[in-house]
């Protein structure tokens, strides 16, 4: 149920209102913007809510089944607010969005909050971003225990998993360019398949500071999961980390970390059990 002020309560009775929506997105970087559909722009509890990116939200669709609720929410790219290699290199992904309503006349009458959620998936069009936003039933989706699974649940590096990724992290420089995805180092000298499923950041050049996870290495030839927001140059630095599978095989073999596996590779499967219980049932 949404809750208002009396005065804003009272301003929404009448018969001319001087309404606007903002949206703030807190970025899991810490920093935090705000856009409005007004003509110009607001200062609302000391953020400041730009003018210059419009937005377009698509009506709300609220069950009463726990379903998460659908909105989408569209905006013109702009290159001083939200621009195309952003969000192609991540920035915003896990946002926390809230989109609420205010009196621009007088701002002192508090806000009606329309929807607080995550930002989902981003996809980008004719120089529009379309953004879905997950509402809070999001979270009642998720798994929230462990599960038996023959792959490790850790994440290379972290605190499970205890290697240390600056022990197989390599450095290079590009030498030959094919596109924005694929690149070659010369100067690699691991094995097929020894980068692949990790992670790339440049150090230098256009895309510097820019992290994007590794698809296929192989012949000193990389291939990225998705292009570089900006064009790779010969020269261009970067660090490169080892990818893991997951697998018991790779942690022991690769890593040497085997005491650490957080999977359950020996549990039978279903095909197993369904194996079993056929035997079971011919006798």
Same mark, same amino acid.
């Given at each position: ?33 705000? +856009? ?29 089944? +726990?379903?998460?609720?659908? !909105? ?129 950041? +440049? !150090? ?33 630095? +970067? ?45």
């Amino acid at each position: 149920m949404r809750s208002a002020s009396s005065n804003m309560t009272a301003h929404l009775a009448g018969e001319v209102t001087s309404l606007a929506v903002c949206w703030k997105l807190s970025l899991v970087d810490g920093s935090v913007l705000g +856009f409005t559909d007004h003509t110009s722009d607001l200062t609302i509890s000391s953020q400041l809510y730009k003018a210059a990116t419009g937005f377009s939200p698509t009506s709300i669709e609220t069950k009463d089944k +726990f379903s998460v609720d659908n !909105l989408d929410v569209a905006g013109i790219l702009d290159a001083a607010a939200i621009t195309e290699a952003d969000i192609m290199a991540g920035k915003y992904d896990f946002a926390e969005i809230e989109i609420f309503m205010v009196n621009v006349t007088d701002l002192s009458q508090g806000i009606i909050t329309h929807r607080r959620g995550w930002l989902g998936e981003v996809t980008l069009k004719n120089g529009q971003f379309i953004a879905e936003v997950r509402g809070l039933a999001q979270k009642l989706s998720q798994n929230i225990v462990e599960l038996y699974i023959p792959t490790c649940r850790a994440i290379f590096g972290d605190g499970r998993c205890k290697a240390n990724p600056a022990s197989y992290t390599v450095g290079g420089a590009v030498n030959i360019i094919t596109s924005r995805q694929v690149f070659i180092s010369n100067s690699m000298t691991q094995g097929a398949g020894y980068f692949s499923g990790g992670e790339i950041q +440049f !150090l230098t050049g256009a895309n510097a500071g820019r992290r994007m996870e590794i698809k296929e290495f192989a012949n000193k030839q990389f291939t990225l999961v998705l292009p570089m927001p900006n064009n790779i140059a010969i020269g261009d630095s +970067f660090n490169a980390i080892a990818g893991c599978d997951k697998t018991i095989g790779t942690c022991a073999g690769k890593f040497a970390n085997a005491v650490n596996f957080r999977g359950e590779p020996y549990v039978p499967g279903m095909d197993k059990m369904l194996a079993t219980a056929a035997t079971s049932n011919d006798l």
